[in-house]
């Protein structure tokens, strides 16, 4: 649903995008992280044809974005970092006029405004002027606005900010459903743990530059090496004498707990465990050592600037 092929995009002197390649699928959802500045809005412009590339292509739904751009900006539903809304108009007559402009039967607008805005919980407010609307509720409404015509491909900008977590919560499960109805997203977002939570993919961008991307767990086992099993013990034992199969590594022990960095979890661990009870350690639990999405950052950052 989207390719993109050393798309690039040149302003001045200045690349502010340098042969980034991707690869989406249909009911994929791909976070795209990184600094401000680092390329992330550049590169949706060049996907919703607003800009044209300097150097390489993309495609999305289909569509070539600078061939086909008529096509590619009825398929994608945007919401950008600054929402553009009408704060004169109200929040029906702003879905309304969307509807019309994508050329929505009147009865499938009518409808389509009403379900959103009922949603999103903006029903009662449906006729208040948008001017009067709070922050969260103004998001609320510029999602919708990127959901009228039910496009193929959605690429949202920061879609929780300003929001209360309940409305925060609706949105995400917004987002899970559309990736359920096979829908193809980008989300661009400094919120790490949204994006670990909703995205299939991760993609951190540098200067232009895409320099990870991947799956969560692959980009873990590529950046911060093998996974760590924790084990808790009931008797103090240490396992400093222990014989560890191969493939395992005794990292810290301190009392009541050993931690151990492991290769291959599954052959690895059942042989680690029963190591451990032949040894005498009482063992109360062995259980994997969270890793988080904001670690993968951080190292990738620091790869990248370390050369």
């Not at 980034?20 to 680092?38: C, E, I, M």
């Not at 994608?76 to 108009?89: P, W």
């Not at 994508?102 to 499938?108: D, G, I, K, M, N």
């Amino acid at each position: 649903m989207i390719q993109t092929e050393d798309l690039s995009k040149q302003f001045g002197n200045f690349w502010a995008v340098d042969g980034v390649n991707l690869d989406v699928q249909p009911g994929q959802v791909l976070a795209l992280l990184g600094q401000n500045g680092a390329g992330k809005t550049t590169s949706v412009r060049m996907l919703t044809s607003v800009l044209i590339p300097t150097r390489g292509q993309a495609r999305v739904a289909g569509y070539d974005v600078v061939s086909q751009a008529d096509h590619v900006r009825s398929s994608v539903g945007v919401l950008t970092e600054q929402h553009g809304l009408y704060l004169r108009m109200t929040g029906r007559e702003y879905l309304d006029y969307f509807g019309r402009i994508y050329r929505l039967e009147t009865q499938t607008c009518h409808q389509r405004c009403l379900t959103l805005l009922d949603y999103f919980g903006l029903g009662e407010a449906a006729g208040q002027r948008i001017g009067q609307y709070s922050k969260g509720m103004r998001q609320k409404l510029a999602i919708a606005r990127a959901l009228m015509h039910t496009p193929p491909v959605l690429l949202l900008d920061e879609p929780t900010s300003a929001m209360d977590p309940e409305s925060a919560h609706l949105v995400r499960q917004s987002i899970a459903g559309l990736r359920a109805e096979n829908r193809t997203i980008i989300i661009c977002t400094h919120n790490l743990v949204e994006a670990e939570m909703l995205a299939n993919r991760i993609a951190i961008i540098y200067r232009g530059r895409i320099i990870v991307e991947g799956t969560v767990e692959a980009l873990k086992q590529q950046l911060l090496g093998p996974p760590e099993y924790e084990v808790q013990t009931n008797n103090g034992r240490g396992g400093g004498s222990l014989h560890l199969p191969d493939g395992v590594e005794l990292l810290e022990e301190s009392e009541g707990r050993l931690r151990f960095r492991v290769r291959a979890p599954k052959a690895d661990n059942p042989v680690l465990l029963k190591h451990l009870l032949q040894a005498g350690i009482g063992v109360v639990s062995l259980q994997e050592v969270p890793r988080s999405l904001e670690q993968i950052y951080l190292a990738a950052m620091k790869q990248v600037r370390n050369g």
